[in-house]
């Protein structure tokens, strides 16, 4: 088997990964996994090939769900046009009447929504046999008017259950959301939790019934990603106060404070790595090598974030620079003009006639003008 059959053959094994895995921390979460317990992920060399064919695969579920979804919800459809056939419908029958005789049926089930299967019922009679329209010597313009008038009726009823319904469902949207924001602050500490590992024990807990019932999976994944992200970015504000801490100077070497960084909780918390956690997150490690390339990996990582924290200190300080040499040099500026203003007095009063009396001021005195003092 080639290296890329192999990758993709542990993607496969992993029900950790599906369509809902985020293609960057889920390739994350997926390497620390499987790195060093698994050789078929390794049988692939470039971590950029690993990481275009981890997200070639989850488009690949996506694409896979699409036309799944698609040719269910043909064969729904079908097999409700089925019942109505079995249940004698006609061009002339009423929707009211035909649901009493058909809602207990699973293929009436199947259809999840009121105005989903009203409408496949108003389908149906559209696409009866023209004779069938016909039978009663009905013309072309009355089966119009009436088709005209009973779409009129449904969309009445459609905006008035949108209407009804709507306000319900934003309510329960609302408290499912505050149900799950509260959740996610209880049991999601740390930033590198994702939403697949933290499921099971999620739904054991009281609240989990309403989350599910008032928000899609996609808005449950999204409220626990809004979650993580602010968890990062206080980690984030933690480790930068760190460096500030261990670096003064905002060019000093990552080695030369790397000691400190690794002891300190801010640099822990950064890696995702609880109190009590050794320097590898796998307790599974099942050799020296394997457990040290953890250890470098760990190392790399706050290597960068170290380099960011400093590389933003360094730009603050340019940018705080700029604007120092930008005042003294409107200053300088300022001063300029003012000798020279006080310059040209000087000499206007020399040539009007004033000397050294009390109508003008001599060379080298000071001459004060409104709130400013100028040295001739």
């Known amino acids: 088997m ?29 390497a620390r996994r499987w790195r060093k317990k698994d050789p078929r992920f390794l049988a692939v060399k470039d971590d950029r090939d690993r990481k275009a064919f981890f997200k070639d695969y989850i488009a690949g579920l996506k ?26 419908v006609h061009h002339r029958s009423l929707w009211k009447d035909v649901r009493p005789k058909i809602e207990s049926d699973q293929r009436y089930q199947a259809v999840r929504s009121m105005i989903e299967r009203e409408d496949m019922f108003r389908d149906y009679l559209k696409n009866l046999a023209p004779a069938e329209k016909s039978a009663e010597g009905i013309d072309a313009k009355e089966l119009e008017r009436r088709e005209r008038r009973e779409e009129e009726v449904r969309r009445q009823k459609r905006d008035l259950y949108r209407e009804s319904h709507g306000k319900k469902n934003e309510l329960i949207r609302e408290e499912a959301t505050l149900a799950f924001s509260n959740m996610l602050t209880d049991h999601i500490r740390i930033h590198t939790a994702t939403y697949d590992e933290s499921l099971p024990f999620m739904t054991k807990d009281a609240r989990w019934a309403d989350c599910e019932r008032g928000l899609t999976n996609d808005e449950r994944r999204a409220l626990f990603a809004g979650h993580t992200a602010r968890l990062h970015a206080a980690v984030l504000a933690d480790f930068h106060a760190l460096v500030e801490d261990v670096a003064f100077d905002p060019t000093t070497e990552f080695s030369a404070v790397a000691a400190f960084l690794r002891a300190d909780p801010r640099g822990r918390r950064l890696l995702g790595l609880r109190r009590d956690d050794a320097w590898t997150t796998d307790t599974g490690i099942e050799s020296a090598a394997a457990e040290s390339a953890e250890i470098e990996q760990q190392r790399a990582r706050l ?23 930008g005042e003294n040099a409107f200053v300088a500026f300022s001063v300029k003009k003012a000798v020279q203003a006080a310059e040209v007095k000087a000499a206007e009063a020399t040539d009007g006639g004033g000397g050294s009396g009390a109508n003008g001021a001599a060379a080298g005195s000071v001459v004060v003008d409104d709130d400013v003092v100028w040295a001739n």
């Open 2 to 30: 080639d290296p890329r059959s192999q990758y993709m053959s542990l993607l496969e094994d992993d029900a950790g990964v599906t369509m809902n895995t985020p293609t960057v921390s889920g390739y994350d979460d997926f």
């Open 63 to 88: 694409q896979k769900e699409v036309v799944a979804k698609k040719e269910e919800r043909k064969k729904i459809a079908q097999a409700f046009a089925e019942l109505l056939r079995e249940a004698g």
């Open 303 to 325: 290597e960068r974030a170290y380099a960011d924290t400093q590389r933003g200190r360094r730009e603050r300080m340019r940018a705080g620079l700029r604007d120092a040499v």
